[in-house]
């Protein structure tokens, strides 16, 4: 099913591209053209994925430089959150179990920017920590009874299908896959981190 998923947006990028290419009559961009439009965007993302087989949440930011449309370069990250239980409503209580966040530079290629929807692959290169807590308290008094945490390399490539919303704002579906390094932390599955994850990104800016 995920490959599947891939092979859709994979396939679906080639379809844009080629009508872009079709429709379009300007004189293809060089390096050293002089009409070259530069622009940035800065971004919002919450996103759904599985760590230590229980469901997380990740929320994350990140804002990059566009060149001529068609690439962003940038700095970002997120953070994360797995297994979060309500005990009682009414007192707050919490159960947290996986904890952590990563960022980095991103490397975004962007195909057919100009079409109303469209595809980019955003990659992202950077380090993270992660930590393992046992809470017994409430949101105000957290206690940490076993904590245990590591730091670790992450590599993710995602594609995104974009929707020019406006001039200034793009809604866009995202799924991802993570590669880490291996996580050292007792009873805990060193390749705890690897999945994939699905999210909405928006992005603010100029295209």
Not at 94 to 120: F, K, M
Not at 140 to 147: A, E, G, I, L, T
Request: net charge negative.
């Amino acid at each position: 099913m995920k490959k599947l998923t891939l092979l859709i947006f994979l396939g679906l990028g080639f379809v844009l591209a080629s009508a872009q290419d079709n429709n379009n009559n300007e004189q293809i961009s060089t390096v050293f053209s002089k009409d070259r439009r530069n622009g940035g965007y800065g971004a919002l993302s919450f996103s759904y994925t599985q760590i230590d087989g229980k469901d997380a949440f990740m929320a994350g930011a990140r804002g990059s430089w566009i060149i001529d449309h068609s690439f962003a370069i940038g700095l970002g990250g997120c953070g994360f959150v797995n297994d979060i239980n309500y005990r009682n409503l009414n007192n707050n209580d919490l159960d947290n179990n996986l904890a952590g966040g990563y960022g980095g530079i991103y490397l975004e290629p962007i195909v057919a920017p100009r079409l109303p929807v469209h595809l980019s692959f955003p990659v992202l290169f950077g380090v993270g920590g992660i930590t393992s807590i046992e809470d017994d308290r409430n949101w105000d008094d957290w206690v940490f009874n076993d904590s245990r945490d590591d730091v670790f390399l992450v590599f993710e490539p995602a594609v995104e299908l974009e929707f020019n919303m406006t001039r200034h704002f793009r809604l866009a579906g995202s799924i991802g896959y993570r590669f880490t390094s291996k996580v050292d932390i007792s009873n805990v599955n060193p390749d705890i981190l690897e999945g994939t994850n699905f999210g909405i990104v928006m992005k603010f800016g100029k295209f």
